[in-house]
């Protein structure tokens, strides 16, 4: 069940002064079970792109076509189970952590899972199995979301998307503002989620995540796609055309080549198969 | 969210746009007087009326504010309209003596039509005129125009310039809570909140869902704004300069004189009770009565 953007515009405010064309004629497939990175300049469409995925926004040309369901203006064309969509398409915004709202964080995560008709046990069952996924255990259950720190907020909020179980997964950004390390384990989770068979979509700026984590990467500018590629072609491209960051691991894998060795950069993902390109160098 | 767009500031550069705030509040101050002066022969009040209408008319076309916008203002006033008209036929005015029509032994004077059509009328002008203001002034400069009229104040001690710093800043967070309100709504329906349909229990819910977090992060806001004006030593006694600076141009005492010879048009026919058309056209005596 791909994900297709068919010639897909959308305006802000159509028809009014403040008009303002966020995506023009944008046009995309995404596999399933890909990982795959949106990345570009603050502005350039990226969050608009993702909330077509479960019709928060309805594009003003073209239409968006998530396995059988058509996000449309077209009123034969378009679904009427938005909301079968919306359970399918979880998609976590940026700065989840306030949208938080109920008395204890375990029915703050059931909060969602009810709304699509679970019942009370089974939506209970589902927060739990999130929250764990998340890395909370028992003692959190019980307490306040408001008592949490930013990052266990943030991982609550995770949650509450989690525990609908959705088959796509929509992420905006989900590391800002997280220290390294809880970045490092939240980005870990998204990994283990999509090897269990869940397309994972990402908006982000940070390239070493696009690097590490994505297979497919969609450049964006003024709301067109630019490209569609895979990261070790984007961060191979010479010139720097998208003004995007280089991997900190390319920089040093491009150092050492610099310096003279000899490595096959189109081999290079992480930090281990870098050390396992150096020794290979090495034994040579 | 759409309807929220009505009446909101429209960054063109028109005429009316580039006038001082202080002349254009006060200039809506006079044509509300004007629109609202009543005159004692039914037929005047709508010649009247259809003046002033014209008038507000050019200057909505100056200032280059789209029918569709006024139309889209006008749409919630259908209900009004519709009840104006009902408690004016049950209760027709107590002169009414010229029956419309019946209705078995219920009798619908013209009296109560046209009383309805006056104020409606009345209402149609009340709405362009407000629509015209916010439409082509920036909120804050309205404030400062507001602070202007308010310095007379200052003498008995009346804190003006906390009153505007006060507004300005909840119209400054009017645009921000919105869109703070559009993020917590599509992060609530992404997981399955329904805001129009449902139950009245899980409406409830749904609302709390926006409530509670929409409060928290006005809270949180106002702490860390209160703290950033503190950091930067705000002290609302001081004596401070702004970066606008209002300015009162030839075109504001040139719209200014107009209009208020406009109102006084208005109020002297009234007082006066002149009636042109009887002075142009020596129409029958029965349609004046009227």
Same mark, same amino acid.
């Given at each position: 069940m791909p994900i297709k953007y068919d010639n897909v515009s959308f305006t802000y405010n159509d028809k009014t002064p403040f008009s303002y064309e966020a995506l023009s004629n944008v046009n995309l497939e995404i596999v399933d079970g890909s990982f795959t990175a949106i990345v570009g300049k603050t502005g350039c469409g990226k969050s608009t792109l993702i909330q077509q995925l479960n019709g928060l926004l309805v594009p003003t040309f073209g239409e968006v076509i998530v396995n059988d369901y058509v996000v449309s203006k077209n009123r034969k064309r378009r679904t009427k189970k938005i909301k079968e969509l919306r359970r399918l398409v979880g998609i976590v915004f940026q700065f989840p952590e306030y949208q938080l709202f109920e008395e204890t964080v375990e029915k703050d995560v059931a909060f969602g899972p009810k709304n699509f008709g679970l019942n009370n046990e089974e939506a209970l069952k589902n927060a739990h199995e999130a929250l764990n996924l998340v890395g909370l255990d028992e003692s959190f259950f019980k307490r306040s979301p408001f008592d949490l720190s930013g990052g266990e907020r943030r991982r609550v909020a995770i949650a509450g998307i989690l525990a609908l179980k959705p088959n796509i997964l929509v992420l905006d950004e989900p590391t800002a503002g997280l220290d390294p390390r809880g970045a490092r384990e939240m980005m870990a989770l998204f990994k283990g989620l999509h090897q269990s068979g869940t397309t994972v979509i990402i908006v982000t700026h940070d390239m070493n995540i696009v690097l590490e984590y994505s297979d497919t990467v969609i450049v964006m500018e003024d709301g067109e796609v630019k490209e569609i590629t895979t990261p070790l072609q984007l961060f191979n491209q010479e010139n720097d055309r998208y003004s995007l960051e280089t991997p900190l691991l390319y920089k040093f894998v491009k150092s050492l080549s610099d310096k003279g060795m000899n490595l096959n950069i189109t081999m290079i993902k992480d930090i281990d198969s870098l050390a396992k390109a150096i020794a290979k160098e090495k034994k040579q | 969210m759409k309807g929220l767009t009505l009446g909101r500031y429209a960054p063109f550069n028109s005429f009316v746009h580039r006038l001082d705030p202080r002349s254009k509040l006060f200039i809506l101050v006079l044509m509300m007087v004007a629109v609202f002066y009543s005159y004692q022969s039914q037929v005047m009040t709508f010649v009247m009326g259809g003046i002033l209408f014209l008038i507000i008319f050019v200057i909505l076309l100056v200032s280059r504010i789209s029918l569709r916008q006024l139309f889209s203002s006008l749409k919630a006033l259908w209900i009004m309209i519709i009840i104006l008209l009902l408690i004016n036929i049950l209760v027709p005015p107590v002169n009414a003596t010229n029956i419309a029509f019946s209705v078995g032994s219920f009798n619908v004077f013209w009296e109560s039509i046209l009383q309805s059509a006056?104020?409606?009328?009345?209402?149609?002008?009340?709405?362009?005129?407000?629509?015209?203001?916010?439409?082509?002034? +920036?909120?804050?400069? $309205?404030?400062?125009?507001?602070?202007?009229?308010?310095?007379?104040?200052?003498?008995?001690?009346?804190?003006?310039?906390?009153?505007?710093?006060?507004?300005?800043?909840?119209?400054?967070?009017?645009?921000?809570?919105?869109?703070?309100?559009? *993020?917590?709504?599509?992060?609530?329906?992404?997981?399955?909140?329904?805001?129009?349909?449902? +139950?009245? +229990?899980?409406?409830? +819910?749904?609302?709390?869902?926006?409530?509670?977090?929409?409060?928290?992060?006005?809270?949180?806001?106002?702490?860390?704004?209160?703290?950033?004006?503190?950091? *930067?030593?705000?002290?609302?006694?001081?004596? *401070?300069?702004?970066?606008?600076?209002?300015?009162?141009?030839?075109?504001?005492?040139?719209?200014?004189?107009?209009?208020?010879?406009?109102?006084?048009?208005?109020?002297?026919?009234?007082?006066?009770?002149?009636?042109?058309?009887?002075?142009?056209?020596?129409?029958?005596?029965?349609?004046?009565? $009227?």
């Open positions: - | 006056k104020i409606i009328l009345r209402l149609v002008m009340m709405i362009s005129l407000t629509l015209i203001l916010t439409a082509t002034t +920036k909120p804050l400069d $309205l404030t400062y125009a507001l602070e202007w009229y308010m310095y007379p104040l200052k003498i008995i001690k009346f804190p003006t310039h906390e009153i505007a710093m006060t507004i300005s800043i909840a119209l400054r967070f009017i645009p921000t809570l919105l869109d703070e309100t559009m *993020r917590i709504m599509n992060a609530q329906a992404s997981r399955g909140v329904d805001f129009e349909h449902g +139950k009245i +229990k899980e409406k409830i +819910k749904a609302i709390l869902s926006l409530i509670v977090p929409l409060f928290m992060s006005a809270f949180q806001r106002s702490e860390e704004l209160a703290n950033a004006m503190e950091a *930067r030593g705000y002290n609302p006694r001081a004596k *401070r300069t702004r970066y606008r600076n209002l300015h009162w141009s030839l075109g504001d005492t040139f719209a200014l004189i107009l209009i208020m010879v406009l109102t006084a048009g208005v109020i002297v026919t009234s007082a006066m009770n002149y009636n042109y058309i009887e002075m142009i056209f020596n129409i029958p005596t029965w349609v004046i009565v $009227l």
